[in-house]
């Protein structure tokens, strides 16, 4: 399923990024070719759960969209 937007686009899946607060939907991504990125949502599973780690085999971390947006582009 990660493949479908490089096909619907015509891309190389490396020209695209996935930006989710899910590890396992990142790093499934990543297996597809995808370059990822980490967007933490702290409130995501409620107010008492506890936080998810950080994960550290992602592209980016980004402490929100407009923090993301100012990530320089590259071509890649």
Do not use: I, K, Q
């Not at 020209?15 to 990822?36: F, I, K, N, Q, S």
């Not at 967007?39 to 409620?46: D, M, V, Y």
């Not at 008492?48 to 590259?74: E, F, I, K, S």
């Amino acid at each position: 399923m990660y493949l479908t937007a490089a096909e619907l686009l015509d891309v190389e899946p490396r020209r695209l990024l996935m930006v989710a607060c899910h590890p396992d939907d990142l790093a499934a991504a990543a297996d597809a070719g995808l370059r990822t990125a980490y967007l933490p949502r702290p409130l995501e599973w409620g107010p008492d759960a506890a936080p998810v780690p950080t994960p550290t085999d992602v592209d980016l971390v980004a402490a929100d969209v407009p923090d993301l947006a100012r990530v320089p582009a590259t071509n890649g």
